[in-house]
């Protein structure tokens, strides 16, 4: 079975710098995809990035950027000029490329606040 | 413009109680999911319909029992109450395939955050 762990519960930002979100993940499969989602107040689920396991190149959605280390089995979420607005619970997620199990295993979260 | 949509968003009921939440996705997706995010805020999966059909159903009690009545609705009826069913609960909807490539995300609705008294 697979797991993601994320062993930071929380961290803090000053506003405009940057932040590295950690995830490490366990599997036996050679093709996945991992994600990351942002869960502000709202409890909305928003997706920030994706990655797939084939794909060598590293995500980047604008500011947000990952750090896909494959053989390590870590998948970092960086987060450059941090704003307010990024303010959020943030999860790391893996799934199976097989449509029969195509759940979403998801990390514990990480809680970031961002310092004004 | 809302892609999946949960009905009702708050439940307060009582234990013991028979209550359901409905899900409905436009995005024309051919998987549902339902997840339960609980006080720690920990996600997990309970079920997924793939075209109507039943494809993942975890260790979850058989007091629940999600219902697809067609592949853009999926209803979740939740019978006998119990405290510990107090949680946050998601629906959430794929395209397993789309021509030209595979497409894995998963669309979330806003979550219903039920009570149990």
């Known amino acids: 079975a697979q797991t993601v762990t994320q062993s930071q519960p929380e961290m803090s930002v000053q506003e405009a710098e940057t932040v590295t979100l950690s995830c490490t993940y366990d599997?036996?499969?050679?093709?996945?995809?991992l994600f990351w989602y942002k869960q502000p107040p709202s409890r909305q689920m928003i997706l920030v990035i994706r990655?797939?396991?084939?794909?060598?190149q590293n995500a980047t959605e604008n500011r947000f950027s990952v750090n896909f280390q494959k053989a390590a089995k870590s998948f970092s979420l960086k987060i450059s000029d941090s704003q307010l607005g990024d303010a959020a619970m943030y999860f790391c997620?893996?799934?199976?490329?097989?449509?029969?199990?195509?759940?979403?295993?998801f990390g514990k979260g990480i809680t970031l606040s961002v310092r004004p | 413009d809302t892609a999946v949509s949960q009905t009702p968003k708050y439940l307060v009921t009582q234990m013991g109680n028979d209550k359901s939440i409905k899900c409905e996705q436009n995005?024309?997706?051919?998987?549902m999911y339902w997840y339960k995010q609980d006080s720690k805020k920990f996600l997990k999966i309970m079920f997924s319909?793939?075209?109507?059909?039943?494809?993942i159903n975890e260790t979850v009690p058989n007091r629940f029992s999600p219902k697809s009545p067609d592949k853009a609705h999926l209803n979740l009826h939740i019978n006998s109450l119990e405290l510990g069913d107090s949680a946050v609960y998601f629906c959430?909807?794929?395209?397993?395939?789309?021509?030209?490539?595979?497409?894995?995300?998963?669309?979330f609705g806003p979550g219903t955050r039920l009570t149990v008294t």
């Open positions: 959430a909807s794929s395209q397993e395939w789309l021509a030209g490539g595979k497409h894995y995300e998963q669309y």
């Open positions: 599997t036996s499969e050679s093709d996945y995809y």
């Open positions: 990655q797939e396991a084939y794909k060598q």
């Open positions: 997620a893996y799934r199976s490329v097989s449509g029969a199990n195509s759940k979403l295993t």
């Open positions: 995005l024309g997706h051919d998987t």
């Open positions: 319909y793939n075209n109507k059909e039943l494809i």
